[in-house]
Nanobody
Framework: QLQASGGGLVQAGGSLRLSCAASGSILSTNPRGWHRQAPGKQRELVALISSGGRVTYADSVKGRFTIARDNVKNTVYLEMNNLKPEDTAIYYC?????????WGQGTQVTVSS
């Protein structure tokens, strides 16, 4: 139902854009988000976008990451700029539908110093 893509290896200071395409019971207007999990750490919220377009970011990524949605394509993006080694993690997209959380398969982002 959620297909994430766009991860990869990038040097510090570089940029990547992640995409998350939804299908099935996930509507383009459902709230969507990106989370990440680094080795040995708990999964954490990175960014959220509400059905109305309101966005929320983790303090650690404010000013560097941007979440956006394309309702026609039912896809959410995470534009990541000025990447840091501490951004290295598996990134998961999520959709929140009537109390049920849907998760994508995760995409690896590795930032080298």
């Amino acid at each position: 139902q959620l297909q994430a893509s766009g991860g990869g290896l990038v040097q510090a200071g570089g940029s990547l854009r992640l995409s998350c395409a939804a299908s099935g019971s996930i509507l383009s207007t459902n709230p969507r988000g990106w989370h990440r999990q680094a080795p040995g750490k708990q999964r954490e919220l990175v960014a959220l976008i509400s059905s109305g377009g309101r966005v929320t970011y983790a303090d650690s990524v404010k000013g560097r990451f941007t979440i956006a949605r394309d309702n026609v394509k039912n896809t959410v993006y995470l534009e990541m700029n000025n990447l840091k080694p501490e951004d290295t993690a598996i990134y998961y997209c999520a959709a929140y539908v009537g109390g049920i959380d849907y998760w994508g398969q995760g995409t690896q982002v590795t930032v080298s110093s």
